[in-house]
């Protein structure tokens, strides 16, 4: 086995060659799409590069990486990309889904064992030590599941469990099956809530794939505000939600968007929901709080709206993310670990 | 030079730091200068006053700002300039849309709000004191629409209408029409963009806003403003050329 591992940055380079195929083999979401790539990168502060390992001409696995400025420095959008990238000054590489929070951010082909798998993320860390150069710090992996921190841990290596992602697995074979599932007053108060929901006269819902009926822009504040509202994470490295990218987010037909409406129009709650053969995401969830004009109990509504698309789907399991584990878990969802594993300089493409 | 390089600089800053632009520049491109080259941008990456409607929350940059628009942005500066009003000068805006008066007037210029419809009711109590500072002597300089202007005029007795300095607003796409001696150069979005001069010549505010064509029409800058940033806004069909007298920039219509 020959491995190559190259950094593609969205910006400047073409797509990798393969690259539809392999996300097609590993079941890779929407949101690895190389278009949508370069949108997020050219409006991000720390811009997700794409690494790919390469056994031969077929892709072995493949990484996001975001390229860290320190988060003292002056917010501004990374620089425009140039031949040269690598340079001195201080930075980090996270491996991170900037849009899919609960999803490792590095994938490998199913039929990699996990010596090729080791032998992969080196030749990965060496392409982002290249790419980055000597201002390289190290490089974490934030989140991966379980059964991967065997093959990135390594000496001098830290390892620690995160926050868990919350996933619903598909057990039943209609709606009421799950309902029936839930307790007698979480049951009876999402039913109320969506009968509620459909005899509002002055509250206009609307759901589909591919929509283009919503401005992004309008969608993009509305996520911005939110997440302004229940405070960002400590050292974030993504990027306020811009809405160029969302404009071509909504337009696949595999995204699912949902939207709650004021009888004067405004726009009250969104939620995107990403489609996939096995592993449907409920990924976005914006509302106005009741205090600026929104309304209580949308965010039950929005989930019985999933789970209904899980069952009618046939689909695997629904995953809704980190945070509200409480609210998610009287939902039905369970817990998944994650973990992050922390790589020091030192170790950056070491056995 | 000088005045070219402040626009450079907002415009690469504007590139790095606030996301409409970076949006906007990214995707479609800049020319003059070329932030991408390849890119062929729309109208020299300039972008209509309509693109902006719903989106002022994006052209502060990400450092955070205020996202306010002043209608009466740079006013005072321009006064100052073109008209000398000094201390102890009452700034009368007549403008039935406006809810703040200026906030960059000299040091010691009083000013006042007046919707020109409402001088006998709501603002009359304004109105008296604009006719008493008359009486006294004292400056009043009146800033607004003509028809506005008119209207404060003819409510004023009409000794105290002749000592009245009137300066009226044209917006940039009617420059063209006779005017005279005084005049401002305004824009609801850009603010005060600059003058009548003494050599009849439409004069900008060259410290503060930069021009320059394109091929949907003179493009606006302001290069002072940090939030909400207004860069290569389309206002009006001028030119930007040099005032033979002057030495400055100034607008050709």
């Known amino acids: 086995m020959t491995l190559t591992a190259r950094v593609h940055d969205p910006r400047a380079d073409d797509e990798p060659s393969g690259w539809a195929e392999f996300g097609a083999r590993c079941g890779l979401h929407a949101v690895w799409d190389y278009g949508l790539m370069r949108l997020e990168a050219w409006m991000s502060r720390n811009p997700a590069v794409l690494g790919v390992v390469r056994d031969g ?102 390892t620690w469990r995160n926050d868990p992602t919350t996933v619903l697995p598909n057990e039943w074979s209609t709606e009421d099956d799950w309902l029936a599932t839930l307790s007698k007053a979480r049951r009876t108060s999402i039913r109320r809530y969506a009968r509620k929901i459909d005899r509002d006269p002055t509250l206009e819902v609307r759901e589909g794939w591919g929509r283009t009926d919503t401005d992004p822009h309008e969608l993009a504040t509305l996520i911005n505000r939110h997440r302004a509202r229940l ?110 594993v922390a790589v020091p300089r030192l170790a950056v493409g070491a056995r | 030079m000088r005045w070219r390089r402040g626009y450079l600089r907002v415009v690469r800053s504007s590139f790095a730091t606030v996301p409409f632009y970076r949006e906007l520049w990214a995707l479609g491109g800049h020319t003059d200068p070329v932030l991408l080259p390849g890119k062929a941008a729309v109208d020299g990456g300039a972008v209509v006053p309509s693109a902006l409607t719903g989106r002022v929350g994006d052209l502060v940059p990400l450092a955070g700002g205020p996202a306010d628009i002043d209608p009466w942005r740079g006013l005072g500066p321009v006064l100052a300039e073109h008209l000398a009003v000094t201390a102890g000068a009452l700034v009368a805006v007549v ?97 005060v963009l600059g003058a009548l001069g003494g050599c009849g010549r439409w004069h900008l505010d060259h410290c503060r806003v930069y021009l320059r064509a394109t091929s949907a029409g003179a493009a606006y800058t302001l290069l002072r403003q940090r939030s909400p940033r207004l860069v290569d806004v389309i206002a009006g069909s001028g030119r930007p050329g040099l005032c033979p007298r002057h030495g400055t920039p100034v607008v050709e219509p």
């Open chain 2, 95 to 191: 403008d039935p849309t406006t809810p703040r008066p200026p906030v960059d007037l000299p040091e010691g210029v009083r000013s006042c709000v007046l919707d020109p419809a409402g001088l006998g009711g709501a603002y009359a109590g304004v109105f008296d004191e604009v006719a008493n500072h008359l009486r006294r002597g004292e400056r009043v300089v009146a800033v607004g629409g003509d028809k506005d202007l008119d209207q404060l005029a003819a409510a004023l007795p009409e000794l105290l209408a002749h000592r009245l300095t009137r300066a009226p607003v044209r917006a940039p796409d009617d420059l063209p029409s006779p005017v005279g001696p005084v005049a401002l150069i305004a824009h609801p979005l850009l603010g």
């Open chain 1, 231 to 340: 405070g960002g994470l400590p050292r974030d490295p993504r990027t306020a939600v811009a809405g160029a990218f969302l404009a071509e987010l909504l337009r696949r037909k595999d995204v699912r968007l949902l939207t709650y409406r004021d009888a004067d129009g405004t726009l009250l709650a969104a939620n995107t929901l990403l489609d996939h053969p096995s592993s449907i995401v409920l990924q976005h969830w914006a509302a106005l709080a009741p205090a600026e004009g929104g309304r209580h109990n949308l965010y039950f509504d929005c989930y019985l709206r999933c789970v209904r698309h899980l069952i009618s789907a046939g689909r695997d399991e629904l995953t809704s993310g980190r945070g509200l584990v409480d609210v998610k878990t009287s939902l039905g969802f369970r817990e998944r670990e994650l973990h992050t």
């Open chain 1, 57 to 158: 001409d077929r892709i072995a696995a493949a990484a996001t990486v975001l390229i860290c400025r320190p988060w003292w420095r002056k917010p501004r959008y990374a620089s425009t990309p140039t031949t040269r990238t690598a340079c001195g000054w201080p930075r980090w590489a996270e491996v991170y889904t900037p849009w899919l929070s609960g999803y490792p951010a590095v994938v490998f082909d199913p039929d990699l064992t996990d010596d090729g798998r080791r032998a992969a993320v080196r030749a990965f860390e060496r392409a982002v030590l290249r790419h980055v150069g000597p201002g390289l710090m190290g490089i974490t992996y934030s989140p991966v599941y379980a059964d991967t921190v065997s093959v990135l841990n390594r000496p001098l290596c830290r």
